[in-house]
């Protein structure tokens, strides 16, 4: 009798224990196909009469073909030393959402200040626990179609042990007020693909979307760029059947380890730098593989960048570099 009665027990129970250990599914993600990166580098946050990029460009994004942009805020050099933002800034982002989520794009928040985090992971906790803790509640009601990426490119001292540390504090701030906001998180040394299987994220949480940055081969991709330290490199080519494969083999292995993981994965940043004398078919060539790798396995991708120095969009001409943006973007 009693054995029958556990046996009974038992039934009931393990369902829910099973329900309560399995992950919590997605409820709020939206799709992401083809998106650009803006307005990282424009006067915009600091003076908006001197910014290139104004309200139109938004449905100029959108009638290109682009379905998101991924908005790069330098947000720590815009708080006090009680680390508030200023609510002028503040309000400047509220133009870019809105306007951004007007024109049909989903948007995705990147606090962008990779550099200063990386050099100082005290000072880095402090600081976007505070941004996030003021801007996440800001667009607690903001649709779906509005994603936080918790920070862009950790690396150097924020290592895999560190950023994992840290993600987990900083993804709770966020989690506080949008439980089921999408949250894009990347791995430790620049967002890379080969750092993909030390990210650890909370199993229950599938509100994550996981993302990565390709710009391989790196001597050819920002050749003559002297952040990168490559200002006298020059001359290298790109688009050999070596190159094809070692684009696929990348790829192949970002998308197994999606399909490993159970994790969707974004390519959050590609290209080839502008001002470096590559050779505009080369780029345009470059640009076309990756993009039509990445949609091939299934991947979402956002191109870096609108303007300023991998450029798909001239300012002064007002229109589309259309050897880039046809690459991105076929007729």
Not at 121 to 127: F, G
Not at 132 to 161: G, I
């Amino acid at each position: 009798m009693f054995l029958r009665f556990l046996a009974a027990a038992l039934a009931l129970l393990l369902p829910a224990i099973a329900a309560s250990a399995a992950p919590a599914p997605a409820l709020h993600r939206p799709t992401l196909h083809r998106g650009v990166n803006i307005l990282g580098y424009d006067p915009i946050w600091r003076d908006p009469a001197k910014a290139r990029f104004q309200a139109r460009h938004f449905a100029e994004i959108r009638k290109g073909g682009f379905d998101f942009v991924r908005v790069n805020l330098q947000a720590f050099r815009h708080m006090d030393a009680q680390n508030r933002l200023d609510p002028a800034w503040l309000k400047r982002l509220d133009w870019v959402v809105k306007g951004a989520t007007a024109a049909g794009l989903s948007v995705i928040l990147d606090e962008h200040d990779f550099e200063p985090c990386s050099a100082d992971p005290i000072m880095c906790r402090t600081r976007l626990g505070a941004f996030w803790s003021q801007v996440a509640p800001r667009y607690r009601a903001a649709p779906r179609t509005v994603l936080f990426e918790l920070l862009n490119e950790p690396h150097d001292k924020l290592d895999a042990a560190g950023w994992n540390a840290l993600l987990k504090d900083i993804l709770a701030v966020v989690r506080r007020t949008n439980p089921t906001r999408t949250v894009v998180i990347g791995p430790t040394q620049w967002n890379s693909l080969s750092q993909l299987p030390t990210l650890e994220l909370p199993a229950n949480d599938r509100n994550i979307l996981v993302t990565f940055h390709y710009y391989e081969p790196f001597r050819f991709t920002h050749q003559g760029a002297s952040w990168a330290k490559l200002s006298d490199v020059h001359g290298v080519g790109w688009g050999s059947a070596e190159d094809r494969g070692r684009l696929d083999k990348d790829l192949d292995e970002a998308a197994a380890w999606a399909r490993r993981t159970g994790r969707p994965l974004l390519l959050g940043e590609f290209g080839a730098y502008a001002g470096g004398g590559t050779p505009m078919d080369l780029r345009a060539a470059y640009t076309a593989a990756v993009a039509r790798g990445a949609e091939r396995r299934g991947l979402g991708w956002a191109y870096w960048q609108f303007d300023s120095d991998f450029i798909v969009w001239d300012m002064k001409a007002n229109g589309w570099v259309k050897p880039i943006h046809e690459a991105l973007v076929p007729r």
